[in-house]
């Protein structure tokens, strides 16, 4: 996949959080926490996303779902007062937890058509007993660091109450989501898929288009996924999203001696043993052995491997190539430093070494192939 210059230029201003992201990810399983995809006419796959997701299908009855009445909606709006400045954009009234109780859900914002303007401001979901109308969680919604896109109350599988969908946005690349249930008199966050960092598209699902999300994918291809299209897919299963599987788009076998040697660490990095892709690559530039040598190398490795795809002067791996015919020896070296105590107790020393690994190379029907790898310290 070529690497598009504006990604680049995202990745250095961002480098801060790639650091502490790659760790734990995803973005969601590996890690982790939807832009809509719209068929012109309906298939047997619907999707949801900030943009414009799909709500879920009204119960027939006008007092239990559906836009608030004006003059019911004026009470609740008279209720929160509220001081952003913006307009009233959703109002929906409907018994989401099934107690027998309406609650109301009012935001306000900027419903503009185009969805990279829109925007919500702030959320209040309201509880209706008995004509005596109480606020539930201040906190929760529309309160962390994520824009708020869009608003609408969708079904999950299998789960009979009715849950609020936001569309979320970090500001730059990447938009998500978060599902939010009621428990009690509290806000439950049921799903969230999104990342400050990076760039994608999270998407909750309705796999057989009945009407109620099963599943969502999260959509990566920027420099915290080393600029592979990379799709991490979750799946609805007694009540919580659990992950199932990456799949990755895997770019052509390289022709260069040093780009085979990257394309093994750089998916060797991305692989959590979930994508058969990702382990058949492997085997093609390694072989059998691939899975074991990688998981013998020690942490220090993985890191600069983000350095060196995304082309940073600095942190990356210095390869030397050495080649002779139809057979070749690449070094790859990364300097590492590592402070100890000194005699004193306020004393302290900078030891410098670096991580070496090796790989012989063998040019086969004319492709080069891994044979063998080992590393040190020196």
């Known amino acids: 996949m070529n690497v598009q210059l504006g990604k680049k230029l995202m990745a ?54 559906g ?44 419903d503009d058509p185009d969805p990279k303007m829109a925007f919500i401001s702030r959320v209040y979901v309201l509880r209706e007993v008995d004509g005596e109308i109480t606020r539930l969680d201040d906190e929760t919604i529309a309160t962390g660091g994520y824009g708020v896109r869009d608003i609408k109350l969708i079904h999950l599988e299998d789960m009979p109450q009715t849950y609020i969908y936001c569309g979320l946005s970090n500001g730059g690349g990447l938009v998500g989501f978060a599902v939010y249930g009621i428990s009690g008199d509290s806000i439950q966050t049921q799903a969230y898929s999104a990342s400050a960092s990076g760039a994608g598209e999270d998407v909750l699902q309705d796999s057989d288009g009945n009407g109620s999300f099963d599943s969502y994918v999260q959509n990566r291809f920027s420099y915290e996924v080393l600029y592979y299209d990379v799709s991490r897919m979750y799946v609805l299963d007694d009540g919580e999203f659990i992950f199932s599987r990456t799949s990755v788009d895997i770019p052509e076998y390289p022709q260069e001696i040093k780009e085979v040697v990257l ?20 085997e093609e530039l390694y072989g059998p052995e691939a899975t074991a040598f990688l998981e013998s190398l020690p942490a220090e490795w993985s890191e600069p491997v983000h350095y060196t795809i995304m082309e940073l002067e600095e942190g990356g791996l210095d ?60």
């Open 12 to 65: 250095v201003t961002c480098i801060s959080m790639l650091l502490s992201s790659c760790a734990g990810s995803t973005e969601a399983g590996p890690q982790a926490t939807p832009v809509v995809t719209h068929s012109p006419a309906p298939t047997a796959m619907q999707s949801v996303a900030p943009s414009e997701p799909v709500a879920a299908e009204p119960s027939p009855s006008p007092e239990q779902t």
């Open 67 to 110: 836009t608030v009445e004006e003059a019911d909606y004026k009470q609740y709006e008279q209720y929160v007062q509220d001081d952003s400045g913006d307009p009233l954009v959703f109002s929906q009234k409907e018994d989401l937890d099934l107690d027998g109780n309406m609650e109301i859900v009012l935001a306000y914002g900027n």
């Open 263 to 282: 394309q093994f660490m750089s998916l060797g990095a991305l692989r959590d043993g979930t994508s058969s892709e990702v382990d058949q690559r492997l």
């Open 319 to 378: 390869f030397a190539v050495d080649q002779q015919g139809n057979k070749a020896n690449v070094t790859v070296t990364y300097p590492l430093q590592e402070e100890l105590q000194g005699d004193g107790e306020d004393e302290t020393e900078v030891l410098s070494y670096q991580l070496v690994l090796t790989f012989t190379l063998q040019k086969e029907n004319n492709h080069w192939r891994i044979t063998s790898g080992s590393y040190t310290y020196n």
